[in-house]
């Protein structure tokens, strides 16, 4: 592994289903974050995670849970899937402080039907 | 909520002109990135600029900031089709940890 990845791809998925978007560093970053990406919307923080064993809620945090049981992983959790969580989901790292360069993986389009 | 805004959401130049993007955002800040996104493909840093710096160069990028504006711009010269992206300006998001608050972004088309 190089980077950040997240699996799957992508996705579709019918409503009411449940869904873990996986996401997986190896930098050894202690932030990582999932954001949503909708068209004319840009970037949307779902939810962050400083360090792990840590989480917090972003900007669109309903419907959507996370775990940081370990510095590397970061799933994202559909606990019941609705057409409005159709969206591009990224993830991304960093080093908290400093600078707080993101790196981005490259993204999971899922679609809910 | 977006902190930062670019302008122009669209912009379409032929290759060999200079691309100017502009940034403005509502909070005091440490620092200011630009980011880049291919299409389908996650966000890469291009360059950062820190509350105290004016200007900054990296190879064909050229960043401004002016805080008293709050606004900054991301001028890219001698375009290439290769520079055919979106772009977004990020400020950090001082409510949720350590994230970034990233506007809607330019998307960017240079023809050949």
């Known amino acids: 592994i190089a980077g950040i990845t997240q699996a799957p791809t992508s996705q579709i998925l019918a409503a009411g289903r449940r869904m873990t978007l996986r996401c997986t560093q190896d930098m050894r970053h202690n932030a990582m974050y999932w954001y949503r990406q909708d068209l004319g919307l840009g970037l949307r923080l779902i939810h962050y995670?400083?360090?792990?064993?840590?989480?917090g809620k972003g900007e669109v945090p309903d419907g959507y849970s996370v775990s940081r049981a370990n510095t590397d992983d970061f799933p994202l959790t559909l606990a019941s899937a609705v057409p409005s969580q159709t969206s591009v989901y990224f993830c991304?790292?960093?080093?908290?402080?400093?600078?707080?360069?993101?790196?981005f993986g490259p993204g999971t389009r899922l679609t809910v039907l | 909520s977006q902190q930062g805004e670019e302008d122009p959401q669209a912009l379409s130049i032929q290759e060999g002109e200079n691309a100017t993007m502009n940034c403005s955002y509502k909070t005091s800040i440490n620092n200011l990135q630009w980011y880049r996104q291919n299409s389908g493909r996650g966000l890469v840093h291009l360059i950062l600029?820190?509350?105290?710096?004016r200007e900054k160069h990296s190879g064909r990028l050229r960043v401004t900031l002016d805080t008293s504006k709050k606004s900054s711009s991301l001028l890219i010269t001698a375009s290439r089709a290769a520079d055919t992206a979106s772009y977004f300006c990020a400020t950090l998001n001082l409510s949720s940890g350590y994230a970034l608050n990233f506007g809607k972004g330019t998307s960017l088309l240079v023809t050949p």
């Open positions: 991304a790292s960093s080093v908290a402080g400093g600078t707080n360069t993101q790196y």
């Open positions: 995670s400083n360090t792990a064993g840590t989480t």
């Open positions: 600029i820190r509350s105290n710096e």
